[in-house]
Structures are given as C-alpha cells and as structure tokens.
C-alpha cells in the first residue's frame, strides 16, 4: 500500500453526468467520433443502453465545441415530460433551445408564440428555427437532445422527428441549413423513432458506437486506487474482469474497492475483488441495489408488455445455454442490447458481464419465464421427470394457448422439446378420438332408429301440450305486462312524492331557521323594552310624589304668611308669638327649597331615562345594520370561495383519480355579539354548508390552541381536545364526505387556526389522516391549482449537517440527502457546498427543491422574521423572490428544517407561495432531525408513486404512526403541505 498523501479522488458511483472537470471521466472512441462529426455538421446519434456514460458523453462534447466556438444548446426531454400537452411540449423544447443560445434576451418568446395561430406545433418548431436561431446566430450551431426514448409515448413524435429529417434534407438547397445539426440521445433505435410506416423512416445521421471502458482507456481510474494497494494496475484489471468495462458499474466498484474495511494481499487482487463483488453486490442485490442499475435491467425486461418480455426472455435463454449467438441486428436482438443485459463482440451476442451473469443467471430466469409463460408449472414437473411424465404435457386449449404465446419468440431448447411433445401427445389423443367417434356413429345410427318411432308417437302428445301452453303463455304474459305498466306507474308517482317531500323538508329547515333567528330578536327587542318602560315609570313616579310635596309646601307657606299679617294687624301681640311664627316660616320656605331640588333631580331623572331610551334604540338599529352587513359579507365570502373553486375539483378527480374537497373554515357574527363557527364545503358535485350557533370563536380557539400544545409537547392528553375539533369541524360533513367517497381535504382556513396540526383530529377511532389526505390553501386565488406530475422530476438537494453559524451539528441531514438521492435523479449540495448561491443558480431541469438544515426566527427591531440557514449565510423570508423560482417552475418546495415557522402567516412557507412556488412542505413546529430524516424518507420513496403530494405524504405519517417509537402526532402531524396539495 501507498501511504503518500493524495488529492481526494471520488469516483462517479451514484449515477447522472459527471462534473466537466471530474478526474474519473474515461475517454473513450467515441469521444473523438462524436466531437469530429458534429464539428463537420454531421446529424449523429448515441442510441445506447442505459447508464453508458451518454450523458457525460454530451456534456465533455457540448463543452469541447463551445470552446471552438461553436454555438451549443442542450434540451433535457425529461425536464418536460411526458404528461404535457403538445403545445405545452414544444414550446418546452423551443424554450430551453432560445434560453441555451441566449436568445431569450433579444425576443420575448410568449409574444412570438402566440402571434403563430395559424401554425400547427410543429410548424412553429420548425419556424423558430428558420425565423429565429438560424438569423440570430451567424457560428454553426449544434442542439443536443436528450433521452429521446421519452417520445416513444407520444402521439405526435413522428411530426417531431421528421421536422429534424427535413431541416437536414434542406441542406441541398439551402446553405444556411448547414450550420444546424442535432446530436440525439437515449435508449431507442433510429426505427423506433419514427413510427407511421407511410412515412419515411429516420435514416439519416450518423450512429456513435459507446463501447464500455477497454483496458487502454481505463487508465485515469487507476488513480484512485493508487492508495488502497501496491498493485493499482492488477486491482483494476480485476475490477474490469467483473464488469466487463461496463461504466457505471466500474466506477461503482471502484468506488466499493476505495472505500472497504480491508486492503488486498499483493497477488490476491483477484481473489479480494470478487469478495467484495459478491458481499457488496450480488448477494441480497435488489437491497444493494442503490442507485438502481440492476433493477433497472431488470424492469426493462420484465416491465415491457408480455409479448415483448416473451420474446426477450426466450431469446436471453438461447444466450444462456449457448454461452453465445451470432449477432444479426434483428429487431428482436437489437431491443435485448438495449436492456444492457448483453452486448455485441466480434459478431457475437453475449451476456456484458460476470457480474449480469451471475445475478440474471438460469434459475433467475426459469423463476422470471415460470411467471410468464402459461405452462411454467407443467414444464417444470415434466422436466424433472426426465422427460417421460406425458401427464405433464399440454392438451387441448392449454396447448393452443401455449402455441399462440409462443408464437414469434425465440425460445430455448427445452421450450421447443416440451411443447413439441405436447403437440405429438395431442394427435395421438386425436386419432384415438377419431376411431372411438367412429365407433360412437354405428350405435348411434341403430338408436336413432328405435327413438325415431318413439318419437313420432309422442309428437302428436306433445304438440296438443304445446299448443295449451302457448295459448296460457299468452294469457299469463297479458297480465304481467299488464302489472309490470302499474308497477312502473306506481314507482314513478312514489318518486314524485319522494323528490317532493325533499324539496318541502329543505324548506322547512331553511323557514325554521330564519323563523327562530327571528324570535330570537325578537325576544331580545323585547326584553330590553319592558326595562327601559320600567325605569321609565319609576322616574315619572319620583316626579309627581316631588309635585305633591312641592304644592304641600306652598299651601303652608300662604297659610305662614296669612298668620303673620293677621299677628301684624294686632296690636297686643306678642314678640315671642312673631319669632314662633318666623321660625314656622323659615322651615316652610326650607321644605320648599328640598322639594324644589327634588322636582329638578325628577326632571333630570326623566331626560335620562328619554335619552336611555333613545340610545338602546340607536344600539339595536346599529346592531341589526352590522349583524345584517356581517352576513351578507359571510354570504358573499362564501359565494367568492365557490366561484373560486369553480371546476377545481372535477379536474383534479379526472387527472388523479382523487375525490378533493374544499372546506372552508371561519367564524360568522351572530345577533348576541359573538362570532359562532362556520363551516363551507365545495367539491365537484357542488356546495354544502353549515352553521354551529353553540360553537364560539372564543371557546374554538381555546381548544384549538390547547390541541397543538398538546401535540407539540407529545403528551397523551391531546385525543381530548382532538376528539372536540373533529366534532366541530369535520362531523357536520361527515354524511357528505362519505356519500361522496371524497379522498382528499383542502382547508382554508380562519386566520387564527392556521397552525393547527389538523392530521391529528381524532373521531375516536382513528386519526383524520387515516381517512383522507390532507392540503392547506392560503387560498384559492392565490394558489396555482393546475395538477402536474412530478414523479419523474429532478430534485434539487441542499442540507447542512455541521456546525454553522447560530446552529448545533445535524448529522441525520447528511443521511436524508443521500436517502432522497437514492430514490430520485438531480443534484446535491451539502455543508460547505450548501450554499445561497448555489439555490440561486438551480438549473432548468430541477421542479422539486429540498432544503435541509435549521430555520430560525430572528428578532429584527420588533419584528419576528423567519429564516433558513444555508452555508455562512441565510435566506430570509422577505428575500424569497431573489431566487428565480420559475424558470423552471417549482412544483414542490420542502423546508425540512428543525423549524419551519409556519405560524400564522405560514411563515417560510408564504413567502415561498408568494414567490411563485407552486407547493411548499414544512413543519408547524420543531421536529428533530432523525424524525424528520424518518418521514422524508417515507414520503420521497411514496412521491414515485402517489397521484397527488398531499397522499405521499400521508403515507409517509401513516408509516410513522405504524412504528410504535414514532406513533405519537408530536413526530408527524406539524408535517403540512401549503399551497397545491395536487
């Protein structure tokens, strides 16, 4: 071994092109063919297996002309799919083609695309290369085209491939036409191409034979190897004996051999590898099997319509047992090459590798035709019979069916034996049939003999029966139709009765609720009447006791007064007699002074209770103005989600086979001053709606919110308030939900319910993501509602696992990348290279953004503002629109952060949505990395093959709730999708 210290050399093991500067790019004829034809202008096409290095191949070429000048464009046909609509799939292609050549900045493409009506789809293909590359770019251009087999799905893809034929033929005439050629690639032939066979096949170009890695060639690999042993050259000489040059698996097994526990013996190289081969890759290699590669085999074989699987099969059996064929491009030997199971050499078919050799070897086969072919069982026993158990052969429509499957495959010799003596069993059976018939005829011809007399005897019995029978069949016919029409009539009037009674029922529940809100006014008018009446009444009876006594008063004063005139008048009388009068008159006129005063507080009494009067009128009139304005402002909010909607939910239903249902949450006024829950739902058989006047706001978000902190905290006394919001909230729908068969739950919600973990609402017996998939909507007109698939999408993955700025060290990012990576082709960047700038220069192909790594909440002056940190820097919230979000669109955003602080304006999450992100997975609260590793896990694995996102991810929970560790909603429940849940 080697101990001087190396510059890291990391071999390409998890499939994808290779970086344009990566060390372990091999160099192979075909480079130089490839580069030298495209430079002379030559059409040329790589039509190869997959995982040969084609895409590394594109990308060393595209560079290597771009540095001669030669203008260059790459169109991924992945990126656009197979789901799209032709419109939609060209103008994917004329889009990349501008946007590659920078033509995107002299022209507005939408403008010159729609200016174009007259013209088919690819007519306008054709025109944007004539009107738009071909004047605008004076060097010679070259348009790569990638995984070309995708079009093999698509209605129109002989229009597409004869606009390429034709822009070549135009050559002859035109001599701009020679500065355009295309480089195609993929796993098809050039027949398969072009498919109407009244038109003319795709025959011109020139093919690039991609040959695995010769000895010669694999040099640079060696490199890396240098430090595992002494013997770099013997090591990979023994790593190329078990690949057979194969790309992806030499780098894989280099990658292996660079990185295992031990180290091989000088002159063991041999034995050392194919240990490591056997422990690492073969045994247990569907497990192992990460990145698929032999799966990938696999599945094209058995995976490509039964016909076709027969025929390959039969034909990978002849290989077997021959060891090999001779080699004559049939159609049939051309489809087997390219599965990558074997590989032409010196005009021989053979299987590529001992490492294929050893995993698609013949009991794997005889298991894989045993499932296919419909006489497995019978040729297995017949065959361990030594050929002699003739109970075992085929007869009859078994051995009709077994020669039609058979028909046009090249099976194997024990095939071709059993069915053989099949078909001798048969005509032996045949004859032996043929003379017992024989036999069967005489006895017969003399038993016709005796029943033909016996027969004419009973003719005339049978006739005068049959002739009753008709006559009564007639009768009894009569009177059933007869039945039948009073019975339908009876059904019919039943029916009109029923739709009827409906029809009543409906109104009487709309009349009984409008009758007793209105009682219900009433009877508060009412009481708030007879109070005021009442106090009304006491201040008028203050009022006129304060009269009485004032004209008390007064009566005593005159009388006062009279008596001291009458005193005056008299000339005897006495002092003592005038000071008792004086005194008699001051108290007089100070009762008068106190009833005076309470006269005035009687008066002011009475203007009080006028003016009480007044304003308990004015409150009730503003009452009913306000409860009035309310609902119609709930009516008209309603009719707005309705409108919204709209067929939403019916082309979801046909594009995914799922039912949505849209429920609208909020909170209503009612006439006592509060505001009681709301409940709207719309789906694609129209609305229902319902009112809960025992269910306040007040009370709902004090469940609510002890609902989440319950939750949060992971304590069992969360089933409580879950049991309580699932009667509020879904049991009022439950009826319709179910008569529907709905399958997925779209809330939009009040704005103070918004970070509520509705997965975990509990019905008693199961929790509400058990029944259906759910989806949050900030709302309708601001979500993007259009359903696209995205399972053959490219994922963008970014994470940080260390130590890094305010955040602890995360190690389970590293893991959840490498597991998302497993599942899905892209890119992934970690730690160090997890940084703002690389999210900001997403390339075109990627619709699903992951991002792993924490998200805080900093304080900024007063303000709370989320954030996710990436490598030495951040990305806040109110700087989500620096990145380019729609070139491409992004379908799906995951913040798998420790928090993604969606809170009540969702946070991270609305900021994503507001910036044109079409879907966006987070957390309502913090989950530790492991448990958020678990889920991502489950739900990228659940993503290949789920309709819609929202039921990925429920799969995903109803996984966690399966592992007793994980059960709890603390683990799974804060996991929501915002925005499009489809």
């Known amino acids: ?427 032996r059976n045949i004859q032996k049939k043929l003379a017992a018939e024989e036999e069967a005829k005489q006895v017969l011809a003399i038993a016709n003999l005796k029943a033909n007399r016996r027969i004419r005897i009973g003719s005339v019995v049978l006739g005068t029966m049959l002739l009753g029978a008709i006559v009564l069949g007639m009768i009894v016919q009569q009177k059933i139709l007869l039945a039948n029409r009073t019975v339908d009539d009876s059904t019919k009037r039943v029916e009109n009765l029923r739709q009827e009674a409906e029809e009543v029922s409906k109104k009487l529940e709309i009349t009984e609720e409008q ?75 100070s009762k008068a002074g106190k009833a005076k005063e309470e006269q005035n507080q009687a008066q002011e009494g009475l203007k009080t209770a006028e003016m009480e009067i007044t304003s308990r009128k004015e409150e009730l009139e503003k009452l009913n103005t306000y409860l009035s304005r309310s609902q119609d402002e709930l009516r008209l909010a309603q009719q707005a989600v309705v409108e919204s909607v709209g067929d939403t939910p019916a082309r979801i239903m046909k594009q995914t086979g799922q039912k949505p249902a ?61 049991q309580t919001l699932y009667q509020w909230i879904i049991k009022p729908l439950e009826l319709e939900l179910k008569r529907q068969n709905i399958t997925n739950l779209v809330l939009i919600v009040d704005k103070s319910l918004r970070n509520i973990p509705f997965a975990a609402l509990h019905d008693g017996q199961g929790y509400l993501i058990e029944k259906y998939s759910l989806g949050i909507m900030p709302g309708l007109t601001l979500t993007n509602s259009h359903h696209r698939n995205i399972r053959n999408s490219n994922v963008l993955a970014i994470g940080v696992s260390k130590s890094n700025l305010e955040s602890h060290p995360m190690p389970h990012v590293k893991n959840e990348i490498i597991s998302i990576m497993t599942f899905w082709k892209g890119k992934s960047f970690l730690d160090e290279e997890a940084t703002l700038d690389k999210l900001k220069s997403r390339e075109q192909n990627f619709h699903i953004v992951h991002i792993a790594g924490v998200g805080y909440e900093r304080l900024s002056g007063r303000t709370r503002e989320p954030f996710i940190e990436l490598w030495g820097s951040v990305l806040k919230s109110s700087n989500f629109e620096q990145v380019d979000w729609y070139s491409p669109p992004v379908e799906l955003l995951v913040l798998s952060s420790s928090v993604s602080g969606l809170g009540e304006e969702y946070g991270l999450a609305g900021s994503a949505i507001q910036a044109g992100v079409k879907s966006v997975l987070g957390s309502l609260y913090g989950v530790s990395d492991e448990e958020t590793m678990i889920l991502m896990d489950e739900f990228y694995r659940n993503l290949k093959n789920s309709p819609i996102k929202a039921e990925a991810l429920r799969q995903a929970q109803l996984s966690m709730i399966k592992e007793e560790d994980f059960s709890s909603p603390r683990y799974w429940a804060g996991f929501t999708i915002i925005g499009n849940p489809w």
Not at 549 to 576: C, F, H, P, R
Not at 667 to 690: C, H, I
Request: proline share 4%.
């Open 1 to 427: 071994m080697n101990d001087t210290p190396l510059v890291p050399y990391d071999y390409q093991s998890e499939g994808g092109a290779l970086l344009i500067d990566a060390p372990t790019y091999v160099k192979r004829k075909a480079d130089d063919e490839l580069y030298e034809g495209l430079k002379a202008g030559q059409f040329c096409y790589v039509l190869n297996a997959r995982q040969m290095g084609k895409s590394s191949l594109k990308v060393r070429t595209l560079q290597r002309l771009r540095n001669e000048g030669i203008a260059c464009a790459a169109v991924d046909l992945q990126g656009i799919g197979t789901s799209a609509t032709e419109e939609q799939w060209y103008f994917g292609v004329v889009s990349r083609i501008a946007r590659s050549l920078g033509l995107h900045r002299q022209f507005n493409l939408n403008t010159w695309w729609t200016e174009q009506p007259r013209l088919s789809y690819v007519q306008r293909f054709v025109e944007f290369l004539e009107s738009l590359v071909l004047p605008s770019v004076p060097q010679p251009i070259v348009i790569f085209i990638d995984e070309v087999d995708l079009t093999l799905s698509l209605s129109f893809r002989d229009d597409f491939f004869g606009a390429l034929r034709e822009s070549y033929n135009r050559r002859a005439d035109e001599p701009e036409y020679r500065r355009l050629t295309f480089a195609l690639f993929g796993v098809a032939t050039p027949s398969d191409l072009i498919q109407n066979k009244q038109i003319t096949p795709f025959n011109i170009g020139r093919p690039i034979d991609l040959t695995g890695f010769q000895w010669s060639e694999a040099q640079p690999l060696m490199l890396g190897l240098i430090a595992k042993t002494s013997h770099p050259q013997a090591l990979l000489q023994a790593i190329l004996d078990w690949t057979g040059g194969q790309p992806f698996l030499t780098q894989k097994l280099c990658k292996l051999a660079q990185v295992a526990d031990s180290e091989p013996l000088a002159g063991r190289e041999t034995q050392w590898v194919k240990q490591l081969v056997q422990t690492k890759v073969i045994d247990n290699w569907e497990t192992q099997d990460i990145p698929p590669h032999l799966k990938t085999i696999r599945d094209r074989l058995l995976l490509s319509g039964e016909q076709r699987t027969g025929r390959l099969l039969g034909l990978y059996q002849q290989i077997l047992q021959q060891g090999e064929i001779a080699a004559d491009d049939s159609p049939e030997q051309v489809e087997l090459r390219l599965t990558g199971l074997v590989v032409k050499r010196d005009g021989k078919l053979r299987v590529y590798n001992c490492i294929y050799e050893q995993v698609f070897n013949r009991d794997w086969l005889e298991r894989s035709l045993a499932e296919l072919r419909p006489y497995g069982g019978a040729i297995a026993a017949w065959l361990e019979s030594g050929c002699q158990d003739e109970s075992r052969l085929l007869r009859g429509q078994a051995l009709q069916d077994a020669r039609t499957w058979a028909e046009g495959k090249s099976l194997g010799d024990e095939d071709r034996r059993f069915l053989d003596a099949s078909q001798e069993s048969e005509k």
């Open 515 to 589: 009758r007793q809100l209105a009682q219900l006014g009433q009877r508060s008018a009412k009481a708030e009447t007879q109070q005021v009446n009442r106090t009304l009444a006491k201040a008028r009876t203050r009022l006129e006791i304060a009269n009485t006594k004032i004209n008390t008063t007064e009566q005593d004063i005159e009388k006062a007064n009279l008596k001291l005139v009458n005193l005056e008048k008299e000339v005897g009388i006495s002092n003592q007699q005038r000071q008792r009068a004086v005194q008699e008159l001051e108290i007089a006129k």
């Open 662 to 722: 849209v429920i609208y949450i909020s909170f209503y006024p009612s006439r006592e001053g509060r505001k009681n829950l709301g409940l709207l739902m719309v789906s694609a058989e129209g609305q229902f709606s319902t009112k809960l006047d025992s269910v306040d706001q007040e009370e709902a978000l004090k469940a609510a919110h002890s609902f989440r902190d319950e939750v949060f905290t992971g304590s069992k006394e969360h089933l409580i308030p879950a």
